[in-house]
T-cell receptor, first 114, second 112 residues
Framework: DTAVSQTPKYLVTQMGNDKSIKCEQN?????MYWYKQDSKKFLKIMFS???????INETVPNRFSPKSPDKAHLNLHINSLELGDSAVYFC?????????????FGEGSRLTVL | EDQVTQSPEALRLQEGESSSLNCSYT??????LFWYRQDPGKGPEFLFT???AGEEKEKERLKATLTKKESFLHITAPKPEDSATYLC?????????????FGQGTILTVHP
């Protein structure tokens, strides 16, 4: 039973298109995150929600919009995709805002923009 | 700006050959340093949290240590199943919990 699941695992799309990635966690956690892993393998935080409230919003283009319908789900919508958006996007969750630094990651969604 | 640098970028070991991975960091007020393991095509998996200089944590063949400027992940008598990318991350004081700054990772390959 997957703890943090993301769909789709792979997206290949053209520049200018809009795409969404969905994330669900069944761990009962109250905080969820989106991290981006670029081609150099650096993981960088994008957003975080705690009980549906946005608590971390890093410097990310407005084309990226997260939505949390409930504390078990966090989706990422990307408008007007650009070549530089190609990356692996990881969803993660934690208990109590990750005081211990323990995040539970999904398997990632690899986005390729052509 | 918080920064994490890991070395070496890649490390190849023979099974049973012990070694260490390094994580150097600069951060304003370290709240915690974390080690994660990432297998190909998977998300990172949490290993350890270290909070203060001198602290050590162990798990099977792995031992993590922390000083004021760096952390080491010691691997004793590694096995092929220890092959993975090991990621180091820090969390700065005054930032939101869960906002981790990651290094680029060390790719460890253990040959049988």
């Amino acid at each position: 039973d997957t703890a943090v699941s993301q769909t789709p695992k792979y997206l290949v799309t053209q520049m200018g298109n809009d795409k969404s990635i969905k994330c669900e966690q069944n761990l009962g956690h109250d905080t969820m995150y989106w991290y981006k892993q670029d081609s150099k393998k650096f993981l960088k935080i994008m957003f975080s929600y705690n009980n549906k409230e946005l608590i971390i919003n890093e410097t990310v283009p407005n084309r990226f919009s997260p939505k949390s319908p409930d504390k078990a789900h966090l989706n990422l919508h990307i408008n007007s995709l650009e070549l530089g958006d190609s990356a692996v996007y990881f969803c993660a969750s934690s208990q109590d805002r990750a005081y211990t630094g323990e995040l539970f990651f999904g398997e990632g969604s690899r986005l390729t923009v052509l | 700006e918080d920064q994490v640098t890991q070395s070496p970028e890649a490390l190849r070991l023979q099974e049973g050959e012990s070694s260490s991975l390094n994580c150097s960091y600069t951060v304003s007020g370290l709240r915690g340093l974390f080690w994660y393991r990432q297998d190909p095509g998977k998300g990172p998996e949490f290993l350890f949290t270290l909070y203060s200089a001198g602290e050590e944590k162990e798990k099977e063949r792995l031992k993590a240590t922390l000083t004021k400027k760096e952390s080491f992940l010691h691997i004793t008598a590694p096995k092929p199943e220890d092959s993975a990318t090991y990621l180091c991350a820090v969390q700065a004081g005054g930032t939101s919990y869960g906002k981790l700054t990651f290094g680029q990772g060390t790719i460890l390959t253990v040959h049988p």
